[in-house]
């Protein structure tokens, strides 16, 4: 007879129990299949005081003890095994590359205002919604929608809300969507229209000046940004500053951001670099219909490779008394501008 169990120490306590019979001693072991009678017809020395055993300490098994023995081994664990349910708890072993993948795939999204506009522009992108009881009635077609289509929901509060949405400025509303990736300029180009202004942003990251960029854009009706990295524009800081108005601006990506100006310069737009200390200023410029204008970041502004490219190089101009404009407040100006000539 045999069992097993754990001990503290993690390893798997084995106990066997001897035969009290007189005819078990020197038999076989049925576990290990040694033992058993001596060849030359002689009975195998039973335990007695003279076997050492325990530590070293010569011991016979007094009448009433235990007639257990414990060993103590570590439990085998085969290295190549991996989890497998096998269906029993309805649990089935899920790849952890699938996962990061599927991470990689998707974002949170919040604020009231944005998340409105992303259900009406692209309900199919949702995989999953939170909301506060309060939001939910300024929501109830978008909760129709996701019961009819099993897109899960959850109506939570505020500290739940926080937590799914990784920040406070919530909105009482958040959403893990799908993001979208960048369309080629090629195709970008054989789609535009006769009057179409793209922005260009070189290495502009943050979320906040991306979001107020995207909703100039969307007030002014330029629809086409061409960046480094698509998913900067899907970041749900960005897309909450835009206050919707990321769901009308599509971004634009190239094999490089030089060769991205490029192939919009052979496509027929000027290609309108932008500074805040050299160049034309903006209210003697002429736009024309199809225009890029190329903004650079706060601290350095335009690369002076990116400079050079440019067929108008243009300037806001003002007091002096700050060094520039916030870049996102410029973005506003120059698409002012562009919009008044052209509108």
Not at 58 to 81: C, I, K, L, N, Q
């Amino acid at each position: 007879m045999n069992d097993e169990f754990k001990g503290k120490s993690g390893k798997v306590r084995v106990m066997y129990v001897r035969d009290s019979g007189e005819n078990s001693k020197g038999g076989q072991n049925p576990r290990t299949g040694k033992g058993g009678p001596r060849q030359d017809g002689n009975r195998r020395p039973s335990r007695n005081a003279d076997s050492k055993w325990r530590g070293g300490r010569d011991r016979d098994v007094a009448p009433g003890e235990s007639p257990w023995r414990t060993v103590s081994r570590a439990p085998m664990v085969s290295e190549d095994s991996q989890p497998d349910h096998g269906g029993i708890s309805g649990k089935s072993y899920i790849d952890p590359e699938q996962i990061r993948r599927q991470r990689m795939e998707e974002t949170r999204v919040y604020g009231e205002n944005a998340c409105q506009a992303l259900f009406q522009s692209r309900p199919e992108c949702i995989v999953r919604a939170w909301f506060v009881q309060e939001v939910t009635p300024r929501f109830r077609e978008a909760l129709k929608w996701m019961a009819a289509n099993r897109k899960a929901y959850h109506v939570v509060d505020e500290a739940e809300l926080i937590k799914a949405s990784g920040t406070e400025h919530h909105g009482g509303v958040c959403f893990l969507i799908k993001k979208r990736s960048g369309m080629p300029v090629s195709q970008w180009i054989s789609t535009a229209g006769e009057k179409d202004c793209v922005l260009a942003l070189e290495q502009i990251g943050n979320p906040h000046n991306l979001g107020g960029m995207m909703r100039s854009c969307a007030h002014f009706g330029a629809k086409g940004l061409l960046v480094d990295d698509a998913s900067l524009l899907e970041s749900g800081a960005a897309v909450r500053t835009a206050e919707g108005g990321a769901e009308y601006v599509q971004a634009i990506s190239g094999d490089s951001f030089a060769g991205g100006l490029e192939a919009f310069r052979h496509a027929g737009y000027t290609i309108v670099t932008t500074s805040s200390h050299k160049g034309t200023p903006l209210a003697q410029a002429k736009l024309p219909a199809k225009t890029v204008l190329v903004l650079g970041q706060e601290s350095d502004g335009l690369s002076d490779s990116i400079w050079q490219q440019g067929d108008l190089m243009v300037s806001i101009s003002g007091t002096g008394n700050v060094e520039s404009l916030n870049v996102s407040v410029a973005t506003g100006i120059l698409l002012a501008e562009w919009w008044r000539q052209n509108a």
